[in-house]
């Protein structure tokens, strides 16, 4: 199977028409699938005292408002049409966050895209979740901060929005059912992908907890990847030797820059060794069965050993323990056959040292 990876540019284009456009092609460059960016309306998506997260605290100027920032780093309608025009022009998928229902809209009725990434801190918005899944578009639904309650209460509100359409009350007792339904699972597997994610920026390697990947799968039966905010690219890497199906990372274009999540970005050459480690684990897992690969039968040959004599063994004599040992190459009889050939007749003259 094919990791799906996302670069994941984020707001890192801080706001500018020219470094969103060169994060694109950043992304196509290194080889990502898709390139993914957040569209928000700051006022919507949070209140004027909204404090700001530590590490935004530590990354931009703590003494200006959430809001203040976020409105800096917000995306016009026409620079999103710009921004998928430039994924068409170079052959990679643009995919976005909806933070909010308008901005939600955006994406699914004016920009007609086929797949929503609905960020961690969404994960307990239901009207957010509901409209998303009403929307029929496929949902890839990142899991951080949360509990495995809440994965299932968010996944029930997809399946409730997926197989009702627009009947029936919405209602936690409703969302439970829904998911609980064989419509509703039938509906979340055909459209859901959920990711791990550990909400921190960077996240302690201790808390990256891969595992959570095949806990989520099992409970589920969902197709699992994983957001990754730890520093670096091994842990990413790690994700796809379990079985992940989509990765997501955050990059820049530059780690030095100014705003909230550079510092716990990979820069392009990073992205693209992710890339690289990703693609070769996918080829690396390989097709599960135990068999003589192709390159091994060189050193197959020259590694093992055969049977051969251990002093001159003439035709017809009776083989005696004490007449053979085993040397390589493993050209001639396998070793395996040593007791079998204990008190046969041999069937030619053999020097000591030769192959049987």
């Given at each position: 199977?094919r ?6 540019a ?10 969103a456009?060169a994060l694109?092609?950043?992304a ?5 699938d898709a390139?993914k960016?957040?569209?928000f309306d700051?006022d919507?998506?949070?209140?004027a005292?909204?404090?700001k997260a530590?590490?935004q605290k ?5 003494t200006?408002s959430?809001?203040?920032m ?5 995306l016009s ?6 921004l ?5 022009r170079e052959?990679?998928?643009f995919?976005?966050?909806p933070?909010?229902?308008k901005?939600?809209?955006?994406l699914?009725?004016?920009l007609k895209l086929?797949t929503l990434?609905?960020?961690s ?7 957010l979740?509901?409209a998303a899944g ?6 890839i639904?990142?899991?951080?901060m949360s509990?495995?309650?809440e994965?299932?209460?968010?996944l029930g ?9 627009k009947?029936g009350k919405?209602?936690l007792?409703?969302f439970?059912a829904a998911f609980?339904s064989?419509a509703g ?9 959920l990711?791990h994610?550990?909400s921190?920026y960077?996240?302690?390697?201790a808390d ?5 990947m ?5 409970a589920?039966?969902l197709?699992v990847?994983l ?8 842990i990413p890497?790690?994700?796809a030797a ?13 780690k ?6 550079h510092a716990?970005?990979?820069e392009?050459d990073?992205l ?7 693609r070769?684990?996918e ?8 068999k003589?690969r ?20 003439r ?8 007449d053979?040992t ?7 009889a ?5 007791w079998?050939r204990i008190g046969q007749?041999?069937a030619?003259d053999v020097?000591?040292g030769k192959?049987?």
């Open positions: 199977m990791v799906f990876v996302i670069a994941e984020g707001v890192n284009h801080n706001g500018e028409r020219r470094k456009l694109v092609a950043a196509a460059k290194a080889g990502a390139v960016f957040q569209t700051a919507a998506l949070v209140c005292d909204a404090p530590a590490y530590r990354t931009t100027d703590a200006e959430q809001r203040e976020l409105k800096r780093l917000e309608p026409a620079l999103h049409h710009d998928k025009a430039a994924c068409r052959r990679i998928r995919l976005s966050s933070f909010d229902i901005s939600l809209s955006i699914v009725d004016d086929d990434k609905i960020p801190g969404e994960i307990t918005n239901g009207p979740l509901l009403r929307s029929g578009r496929k949902i639904l990142s899991t951080g509990m495995l309650a994965v299932a209460d968010a509100v997809l399946a409730f929005a997926m197989t009702r359409a009947k919405p209602s007792s409703a439970r609980a064989k699972k039938a509906a979340l597997k055909k459209k859901v992908t990711l994610c550990t921190q960077p996240a302690p390697v990256a907890n891969l595992r959570a095949a806990t989520m799968r099992d589920f039966g197709p990847g957001s990754d905010h730890t520093a670096g690219i091994a890497i790690a994700a379990l079985g992940a199906a989509v990765i997501e990372k955050h990059f820049t274009l530059d030095s820059l100014p705003g909230p999540d716990a970005s990979l392009p990073e693209k060794a992710m890339i690289a480690g990703i070769a684990v080829r690396a897992l390989g097709d599960g069965v135990k003589v192709p390159s091994e039968r060189d050193t197959r040959k020259v590694a093992r050993k055969s049977l051969v004599a251990a002093r001159p063994i035709k017809g004599e009776n083989i005696a323990a004490g053979l085993t040397k390589r190459p493993g050209t001639g396998s070793p395996m056959e040593y079998e007749k041999a030619r020097a000591p192959r049987l």
